[in-house]
């Protein structure tokens, strides 16, 4: 496994729409792999292969119950709202509240090639939902609400 260098905002490739996977081989496990380990280096809890310069619809996330990973995802079902305070790995030191689905069901691919579904609530569906985004090219920072984006750059005093 290695660590991937992490893409930042300004980066064109963040704004691309990744493309489905349609096979699963070694060099596909071997990002997943990464991914997990570049996620957990850096202290996120999501990480979309995009991310990392691949743009290929995968993600790994890991929000207290062990890594998973998940190929083609999308979402079927959402209901509800909730508002949740979002940072993200390509977004260093900003932070924001952005409106998601309190509850997704999730369709996706496993590392077996079985197509399986997700259901998921409160921060796990803001995780996915988040991630899936930049799937489609989308950051948090374009859903951020009027008012709520805090950079820590612009806050920091000279002393």
Sequence with gaps: MAIRKLRIEGDEILRKKSRKIEKIDDRLITLLDDMVETMYENDGIGLAAVQ?????????????????????PKIIENSGEQVFTEGCLSVPEVNGDVLRPEKVTLEYMTVDGKTETMEAEGLKAVCLCHEI??????LFIDKIIKGTKTDSKETETDE
């Design 52 to 72: 990392v310069g691949v743009l290929k619809r995968a993600i790994v996330m890991d929000i207290g119950e062990g890594p998973v990973k998940i190929l083609n």
């Design 133 to 138: 985004d930049h799937l489609n090219g989308v």
